[in-house]
């Protein structure tokens, strides 16, 4: 018997090492073919990080449009300025490694977790490869925050799920652990702010093993409280630097953008006399981002706008037209939606085909009807393997955004249920911070992980009805 155990053990232990080697050996191989990947949003990640070095924080401030150190939080740019320092003209090369080793371990804690909840090693294997070849397998290799960002979220779901399956599991440190984690994931993204309270469902669940309501709001201010530290200390700094208690001037841009998509349903969102109203009402025709750029550079260079002014009164607009146009407002959340949100589960052959966009700017047909009209029918094998991935994302995705408060309202309280619905929460939190502004794939992705587990536990729930009801239809 223990010879088996031991035999099964070291099986066990050469499977995962096996998967994790074919993971990196995917992983390397996209690295050796298209290298880090450069996006428009990478530039003013690299110029930040070049005024770190230079010494130049303070820089124009208050006299260029959009100031990046004010347009953007300090995380990225630091890590780009240390990767820099160590490897010099490969520092790309050293952040993608690091991206990759982050996400490497985002997708271990993702495999570990699914064991808890009582899965199988090939099925907490599958779920766990599903994560990792989503969309980390796009974003790991991309000068971009969303890597790092989701690698830390994903391992903070997975922390504050342990007291789910393990009563013994140490509440506080982890809570400790996740704040931190949340603390920098900040850092990386200023939406922090606003979406950590979807994280308050999750700790606040420990009330169910510690039955105190003191130990509970203990939890929950051990994960947010750094979070609410972290930014009133960056307000704290900005106001030595401007004058003014501000995060980021990302609304000048975000917002104002959103302001103009909803102008598009109703012109008369800008029909007021503010130098917003006029310089947008004249900026305005294609409603693409040129166009919010140069609103921007018109407000700073002729009406002597500093960029914390922009991004204060698109911030106070956008909520005004709620209260003036609704219908009008609505039409951003409408216009956010996207089919692709519901695929994002399952998506290697998606991610391959936006790492060919993102890196030539064109995605040559690849996993598109075009390329089998052109002749191309080697490309068929591809186009199915796509379609196939988007049926199981978005059979997953509708399992997990229907079965889950089904369960919740109708089956028995029991941790799996529990734990389904804190996710879920926290899926929606970061879905509709984000839809109700500006919504791109990737900003799901800290999320997609945790979703794709509680799809797996309500397959598993379902399934268990489904045998249920058959046992009793043959008895």
């Not at 290298?35 to 770190?52: E, M």
Request: glycine content about 8%; charged content about 15%; proline content about 4%.
């Amino acid at each position: 018997m223990r010879i088996n155990t031991v035999l099964g053990a070291m099986s066990a232990r050469q499977g995962s090492l096996l998967a994790v080697i074919l993971l990196l050996g995917i992983k390397l191989t996209l690295l050796a073919i298209f290298g880090p990947i450069f996006t428009p949003d990478s530039a003013g990640y690299a110029g930040f990080a070049d005024l770190i070095l230079s010494h130049r924080l303070d820089a124009d401030l208050l006299t260029t449009a959009i100031p990046v150190t004010l347009h953007r939080v300090i995380g990225y740019p630091a890590l780009i300025a240390g990767a820099k320092l160590v490897a010099g003209g490969h520092w790309a090369w050293l952040l993608v490694a690091a991206q990759m080793a982050a996400s490497l371990g985002a997708t271990i804690a993702v495999r570990q977790t699914a064991r808890q909840f009582g899965f199988g090693r090939k099925a907490a294997l599958a779920i766990a490869a599903a994560q990792a070849l989503s969309l980390p397998l796009l974003l790991d290799q991309a000068i971009l925050a969303d890597s790092l960002y989701s690698s830390a979220v994903t391992v903070v779901v997975c922390l504050l799920l342990r007291p789910f399956t393990d009563s013994a599991a140490p509440m506080r440190r982890n809570a400790a652990i996740a704040g931190l984690l949340l603390l920098l994931a900040f850092l990386l993204r200023e939406a922090t702010a606003y979406v950590v309270v979807g994280f308050v469902p999750l700790a606040a669940a420990s009330y169910r093993i510690s039955r105190s309501l003191g130990r509970t709001a203990l939890i929950v201010l051990l994960v947010i409280g750094p979070v609410i530290l972290g930014v009133q200390t960056y307000k704290s700094w900005n106001e030595a630097r401007i004058g003014q208690r501000i995060v980021t001037t990302g609304a000048q841009t975000t917002v104002l953008q959103a302001l103009g998509l909803a102008a598009q349903a109703d012109p008369t969102i800008f029909d007021g006399d503010s130098a917003l109203d006029v310089e947008a009402r004249n900026g305005f025709h294609t409603h693409e981002f040129g166009e919010v750029l140069a609103i921007n550079d018109r407000l700073a260079t002729r009406d002597g706008w500093t960029a914390p002014m922009i991004a204060a009164e698109s911030f106070a607009k956008y909520g005004r037209e709620w209260r003036r146009h609704p219908l009008a407002m609505a039409t951003i959340v409408f216009d956010n939606l996207r089919s692709a949100q519901m695929q994002l589960m399952v998506r290697p052959v998606a991610s391959v085909r936006d790492m060919i966009l993102w890196s030539t700017g064109s995605d040559g047909g690849f996993d598109r009807w075009i390329a089998i009209r052109q002749g191309k029918l080697t490309e068929l094998p591809i186009l199915i393997l796509g379609g196939l991935e988007k049926l199981a994302a978005m059979v997953l995705f509708f399992t997990f955004a229907v079965a889950t408060p089904l369960r919740w309202v109708g089956d028995r309280n029991d941790a799996a249920k529990l734990a389904a619905m804190t996710v879920w929460m926290l899926y929606f939190t970061f879905f509709s911070a984000y839809d109700l502004v500006h919504l791109e794939l990737r900003y799901m992705a800290p999320v997609v992980p945790a979703s794709l587990l509680v799809a797996a536990l309500q397959i598993r729930w379902l399934g268990g009805i489904w045998a249920a009801r058959r046992s009793l239809s043959h008895t």
